[in-house]
Antibody, heavy 120, light 110 residues
Framework: EVQLVESGGGLVQPGGSLRLSCAAS????????MHWVRQTTGRGLEWVST???????YYPVSVKGRFTISREKATNTLYLQMNSLRAGDTAVYYC??????????????WGQGTTVSVSS | QSVLTQPPSASGTPGQGVTISCSGG????????VNWYQQLPGTAPKLLIY???QRPSGVPDRFSGSKSRTSASLAISGLQSEDEADYYC???????????FGGGTKLTVL
C-alpha cells in the first residue's frame, strides 16, 4: 500500500525551529518528486516546497530562506526544516507525492498531516 | 494574476448536478493544466481530477473537469450525500514557480 506518514509537529514559540518528517512506503521513493503543502483554517491550501527526484528544491517567497526541504533516499524519508517560525506558519502540514503528467505538478498521494502551532 | 478564485460555497440536492468554477490568469491556468482535489471533512485532500479532465482510477465518472483559456470548472452530476466536501483547484504558476491553489469551495448537499 502506498503510504505517507508525517510526524514532528507541535507547539513552538515564535522564532523557534521545528523539523517535520514524512515516512514513505509502498513505492519507489527516489523516483518521485515530493511536496509539502500546508492548510490554515482561514487560508485553505498553500504550497510550501518541492524537491524533485534529482534533488532540486523550490519554495514560495513566504518561506524561502526560512524552510528547507530535503530527502533521505536510504530511509525513504522526506523532511521539512522550519526556522524563524512565525504565527502565520501555524497550519496542518501535509506531505504529498508528485506525479508528472506534464504541466502542473500532480499530488496524487497525501499523508494525514501534522499540526504545527506557533505561539508564545 | 497569481490568484485562483473559486466561489466559497456551492450547493445542490441529491441527484442534481453542480459546477464549481476556478478563475485564474495567464501565468497559471492560461499556460498550465489544472488539477482538482476533494477534501472530505477531517481528512487529507485527495486527487480528484488531473491534467484538466483526467480521473485517477477509482474516481467515479460523475466527476468531470474542463478548462478554457484562464478558467476551469469541475462538474459533478448525480450529487450524492458523500460528495459533501471542500473542493480545491490547483495550477502551476509560472511567476510563483510553484503550485497555486484556489481558496476552496465548500459543497453542501441539501
Amino acid at each position: 500500500e502506498v503510504q505517507l506518514v508525517e510526524s514532528g509537529g507541535g507547539l513552538v514559540q515564535p522564532g523557534g525551529s521545528l523539523r517535520l518528517s514524512c515516512a514513505a512506503s509502498g513505492f519507489t521513493f527516489r523516483g518521485y518528486d515530493m511536496h509539502w503543502v500546508r492548510q490554515t483554517t482561514g487560508r485553505g491550501l498553500e504550497w510550501v516546497s518541492t524537491i524533485s527526484s534529482a534533488g532540486d528544491t523550490y519554495y514560495p517567497v513566504s518561506v524561502k530562506g526560512r524552510f528547507t526541504i530535503s530527502r533521505e533516499k536510504a530511509t525513504n524519508t522526506l523532511y521539512l526544516q522550519m526556522n524563524s517560525l512565525r504565527a502565520g506558519d501555524t497550519a496542518v502540514y501535509y506531505c504529498a507525492r508528485g506525479n508528472d503528467y506534464g504541466g502542473t505538478p500532480t499530488m496524487d498521494v497525501w499523508g494525514q498531516g501534522t499540526t504545527v502551532s506557533v505561539s508564545s | 494574476q497569481s490568484v485562483l478564485t473559486q466561489p466559497p460555497s456551492a450547493s445542490g440536492t441529491p441527484g442534481q448536478g453542480v459546477t464549481i468554477s476556478c478563475s485564474g490568469g495567464s501565468s497559471n491556468i492560461g499556460r498550465n493544466t489544472v488539477n482538482w482535489y476533494q477534501q472530505l471533512p477531517g481528512t487529507a485532500p485527495k486527487l480528484l481530477i488531473y491534467s484538466n479532465n483526467q480521473r485517477p482510477s477509482g474516481v467515479p465518472d460523475r466527476f468531470s473537469g474542463s478548462k478554457s483559456r484562464t478558467s476551469a470548472s469541475l462538474a459533478i452530476s448525480g450529487l450524492q450525500s458523500e460528495d459533501e466536501a471542500d473542493y480545491y483547484c490547483a495550477a502551476r504558476d509560472d511567476s510563483l514557480n510553484g503550485v497555486l491553489f484556489g481558496g476552496g469551495t465548500k459543497l453542501t448537499v441539501l
